[in-house]
């Protein structure tokens, strides 16, 4: 895919899979969408997805499978103790990452509340590139911290930067020494860093700042998640590696850390998670807390099927014309709206199309939530579900103030092989639109406001009547059916 050179077309993302299974979406008109808009209380993740058209929310266990993957499920070896699944699994992750050991758990998030439960105490401070909101919010619930020490230029919304993701290594090194290394419960560092724009990490830059975390005796751990996009920027942008397979770029990066976690979510095309793990005495200082949190040693709460499917799904992430896809759908889209003066982050990234809605709806205070504002615009004109991934994706200070998120993202995911080229137009004309009566659009506040992870279960409403009177102008563009 990557490789396609066209005769007389411009050149286009071009898909090296066909579809075998279909499923059919329905486009519900404008003021239903209001409607429901109202009912899923101004938060995105409580639409039923029955009532969206483009469900752009996440990549996250939404991924196609393909034929290969859906087949072995039929293989699964069911059993609650020793499946043969469990163990063509962990060989896989053992061949493609070079580590002995390995723990199963259901997903990312259980991954990392292992991690936490066992290295975080309060007082302690853990150290990323970049938070991700469900691995922050274990280490807070311990009494621990977070220092994110991305380089600053990653956080800048427009760039060329083709390694958004890096860490600062010399906040990094002086932040160890502040700490005291006694102090630092690890150093995560997150591939394809999700909360920035899906933007990678170099490999020079994995293995420099790993280098100076074992100098100081420090753990480092890996969030491998969006591994999968990583490798492919890695392959095609950073020096020195285009002629490096990823299964060789993929073993570099393993070498550096002690511990790699992943959510089978995102990396392996299925649903599931784990961590591995190089140090015996390691894993069995943590082995415990899977059957008391997760399930037995051999499935860790995933289903048999998924484990095989995952399987499969970690081979196919070391294949460029698997991997390509999803970046290059992105940097269509990204191009396509930048283009039009949109704003957006660049370089496109993995994981989706970034929209910066600090710049796009900027007449909007942060205290009522530009990016949660403007996704729910998005579905109302458009049927498009986006994910808020600003200060609504926050938790209040200790004192109760708002914490102010760095940067005001909606996210449209592009979960991979799933949408078509005609969808992904569909959404740059529809954005489009949004982007030409984003005046219109204001702010939204909480009436209902948990206090962990409060985007997922959150109710809002609109500050004023601006719904009605968008939906009106959408409608008054383009009728009422859609
Ligand atoms: N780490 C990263 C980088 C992630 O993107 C996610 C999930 C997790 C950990 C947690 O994994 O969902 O399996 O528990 N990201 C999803 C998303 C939720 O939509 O970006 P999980």
Known sequence: MAQITFYKHDPIPLEMHKVKTVQQLRLLPTRERLKKMYEAGFNTFQLHNGDIF?????????????????????????????????????????????????????????????????????GKVVIMNYHFTTAKAHITRLGGRVEELVKYEGLEPKSDLPFKGDIDLERLEKCIQDETPENVAFVRLESGTNLIGGQPMSYANIKAATEICKKYGIITVLDASLLQDNLYFIKIREEGMKDKSTREITRMIADCFDIIYFSARKFGFARGGGILIRDKAMHDSMEDLVPMFEGFMTYGGMSVKEMEAMTVGFDESMDMDVISQGPQFVDYCVRALDEYGIPVITPGGGLGAHLDASQFVGHIPQTQYPAGALVCALYICGSIRGMERGTLSEERNADGSERMASMELVRLAFPRRVFTLSQT??????????????????????????????????ILEPVSDWPEKLAEAYIADFGEEQ
């Open 54 to 122: 483009m469900d752009m929310l996440t990549d996250s266990g939404v991924n196609a499978m393909s034929d290969v993957a859906q087949s072995a499920m039929l293989r699964a070896d069911d059993a609650y103790a020793g499946s043969e699944t469990y163990y063509r699994m962990e060989n896989k992750l053992r061949e493609l990452f070079g580590m002995q050991y390995c723990l199963p758990a259901h997903q990312g998030r259980a991954a990392e509340n292992i991690l936490a439960t066992r290295f975080v105490t309060p």
């Open 425 to 458: 137009e569909y959404v740059i004309d529809r954005v489009k639109w949004v982007y030409d009566h984003r005046e219109m659009i204001g702010g939204l506040k909480f009436i209902h406001e948990p206090k962990t992870l409060r985007f997922f279960t959150g």
